[in-house]
T-cell receptor, first 117, second 112 residues
């Protein structure tokens, strides 16, 4: 498709299990972002990939969270030993380039809703 | 560290009322500024953006925002809201090519 694709759209898991969330960005977009959206918390930045540069991981809340981007395209966000406070919507976005140019814009996916019981 | 503050968490207006949503950021350097909107059940989409030039930026659906550098502000305005403007609005700031930091969001409810 033409947009950012995320899977699964919904995930229910038990506390302590690991989960993987997938993001397929728009073809040709070099930048990829992960955010977490919780009620009352807005959009919390998690991690940012730009081309072959080292990712900006400054927003990852704990070492249980990690993300990879293989081949400069698909990205996987992994949460190990999930906790109830990890319940949120995880959003992925991509942009054609770093947001320097006037054409810079993030395109968002529909999100993956994670519920930890 | 960069931060973005949206002063209003929930705004309730009647149709045809004027709208202004506040946004302030903390970053001393050159910034790019954005407003995104999330309609019920839909994904986030760009409303408008400022990179340089005229500080009054016009976006889609009659929205505009004004960048006031001295106040570190980028408030969103619309002269006359419609029921279809009911949504959550997010302000965001980017420091020249890095990550995009969002505010907490403002939920707008427009009564018909």
């Amino acid at each position: 498709g033409a947009g950012v694709s995320q899977s699964p759209s919904n995930k229910v898991t038990e506390k302590g299990k690991d989960v993987e969330l997938r993001c397929d960005p728009i073809s040709g977009h070099t930048a990829l972002y992960w955010y977490r959206q919780s009620l009352g918390q807005g959009l919390e930045f998690l991690i940012y990939f730009q081309g072959n540069s080292a990712p900006d991981k400054s927003g990852l809340p704990s070492d249980r969270f990690s993300a990879e981007r293989t081949g400069g395209s698909v990205s996987t966000l992994t949460i190990q030993r999930t906790q109830q406070e990890d319940s949120a919507v995880y959003l992925c976005a991509s942009s054609i380039s770093p947001l320097r140019a006037n054409t810079g814009e993030l395109f968002f996916g529909e999100g993956s809703r994670l519920t930890v019981l | 560290a960069q931060s973005v503050s949206q002063h209003n968490h929930h705004v309730i207006l009647s149709e045809a009322a004027s709208l202004e949503l506040g946004c302030n950021y903390s970053y001393g350097g050159t910034v790019n500024l954005f407003w995104y909107v999330q309609y019920p059940g839909q994904h986030l989409q760009l409303l408008l953006k400022y990179f340089s030039g005229d500080p009054l930026v016009k976006g889609i659906k009659g929205f505009e925002a004004e960048f006031i550098k001295s106040k570190f502000s980028f408030n969103l305005r619309k002269p006359s809201v419609q029921w279809s403007d009911t949504a959550e609005y997010f302000c965001a700031v980017n420091n020249q090519g890095g990550k995009l930091i969002f505010g907490q969001g403002t939920e707008l409810s427009v009564k018909p």
